[in-house]
């Protein structure tokens, strides 16, 4: 009998950057949420133990938590990956260069007071589960450059380096190297919702300047979201399922009980293989559970 593929979620803004991952996929269908009537495509990754579920949420931080947490209620996948373009904020990473954003910024959040105003600023790192499988998959691309640095978020689209936003970010979060729309949305639902792990992956369409709309009509955004879509692919193919309690683990690298298998109260290694005493406690928690570890 054939595996059940596990399901990972890959959303999207703008349809340029759906097109981009749908034509990776293959025997594709169309979902529908029951009750809010939301659209998803369905397909397979090949050479991959990956299916996709890919959502074209639309634009802005808003609209971006309001679906990641619809998804992953209503889909439940593994890991969420958003997968688009960004405005460069860096002069040395250039248009069709991939960022993975290793920490997320909201930018927008502060307190205005008459001395000035005071920065609050919100965070969430990248899963390292999924950073990891990003940066082992990316090693060696020659296609693009890929880099794992943090990102901005807000709802704006910033055309002009030296205005008051530009300056805003530079003092506040100077080791951002881009900007966008939805990552906190996204981000922040992962994070709530506490199971899948969040990754983002933006292609460079533009240097975030006045030109930004003739760097489009030449196509810089085609090209930034196809690189950022084969970047997640690589990803995705790298990204090793994660082993379920009662899964037996047979092949070593996947944990310290070789061929054990985790039965609820009990488990059994009598196909393990051990280099040392081992000594079992009961502390009255399951496998995972924070407080026993």
Known sequence: ????????????????????????????????HPRYGTKAKLGQLPDS???????????????????????????????????????????????????????????????????????RPEAWRASHRLEQAAKEALRDTTDFQAYFKPIAVGDVVLADRKSELAQH??????????????????????????????LIIRGISDQANPDKSAADKAGSQPRAA?????????VLRELTPKQLPGQAATDPREGPFHGSTYGGDHIDFR???????????????????????
């Open 169 to 198: 970010i530079h003092t506040h979060y100077n080791d951002a190297v881009a900007i966008e729309m939805e990552s906190s949305g996204v981000a922040n639902a992962v994070h709530l919702a506490g199971e899948a792990g969040a």
């Open 1 to 32: 009998m054939p595996e059940t593929k596990r399901t990972v979620a890959v959303l999207t803004a703008l349809s340029l950057e759906y097109d981009a991952m749908r034509e990776r996929l293959t025997d594709v269908e169309t979902l529908t």
């Open 271 to 293: 196909s393990s293989t051990f280099n040392g005493p081992f000594v079992a406690k009961v502390v009255g928690h399951r496998p995972g559970d924070e407080a026993g570890r």
């Open 49 to 119: 133990p990956w299916q996709v579920v890919l959502v074209n949420m639309g634009e802005g931080t808003l609209t971006a938590a309001t679906l990641t947490e619809r998804v992953l209620t209503w889909l439940e996948p593994e890991a969420v990956l958003l997968v688009g373009v960004a405005g460069g904020l860096k002069d040395d990473i250039e248009i069709g260069d991939v960022v993975i954003a290793t920490k997320v910024y909201s930018i927008h959040g502060g307190k205005q007071t008459p001395d000035g105003f005071l920065v």
């Open 226 to 234: 196809t690189n950022a879509a084969a970047a997640a692919v690589a």
